[in-house]
């Protein structure tokens, strides 16, 4: 009885260890890739962070240049900014992680959009009001001030009579 326990100890200490030694190894090298913001406009800046890489390590994409790693916390996570290309075509980016011999890629880890980011009311671009917008605006204030006029000489006449 003795034996047996001490036989399914040593097994149980057995599997731990032979199941902690696959895993071990995996973090050798690159396990996650984080991109932010995961949508941008061309020229803009993203910051990568890497775990599991010790520097040196580099990130690339075909929407950026390759770019050294800088350690974030020692031998766990390190981290680049980047600047997207002017000239990168709007669609989602892989972005590849070169660390401690590893190479590890995320498809699709960020979104590059043409002109800026549209969010809230109204949102924002870079290329600004078109013509056609300042025309429609110029024409609907005008409609306001005939229209206030019209308002403002009908009381002033009801007053009178």
Not at 9 to 33: C, H, Q
Not at 59 to 84: C, D, H, R
Not at 85 to 98: E, K, L, S, V
Request: hydrophobic share 40%; with cysteine.
């Amino acid at each position: 009885m003795r034996n047996s326990r001490a036989l399914a100890a040593l097994v149980a200490a057995g599997a731990v260890v032979g199941l902690a030694a696959p895993t071990a190894a995996a973090w050798a090298g690159p396990s996650n890739i984080v991109a932010m913001p995961s949508v941008i406009a061309r020229g803009g800046q993203l910051t990568v962070t890497v775990d599991n890489c010790e520097a040196p390590g580099t990130v690339e994409s075909p929407a950026f240049p390759k770019t050294n790693l800088k350690p974030i916390t020692p031998g766990t996570t390190s981290s680049a900014t980047v600047t997207v290309h002017h000239n990168a075509h709007p669609g989602a980016f892989d972005i590849t992680a070169n660390c401690n011999g590893k190479t590890l890629t995320r498809p699709s880890a960020f979104t590059v959009i043409h002109g800026g980011v549209r969010g809230g009311l109204g949102g924002s671009t870079t290329s600004g009001a078109t013509s056609t917008d300042m025309a429609i605006g110029g024409t609907l204030v005008g409609l306001a001030l005939v229209g206030g006029g019209v308002f403002w000489l009908r009381r002033r006449a009801e007053s009178k009579a």
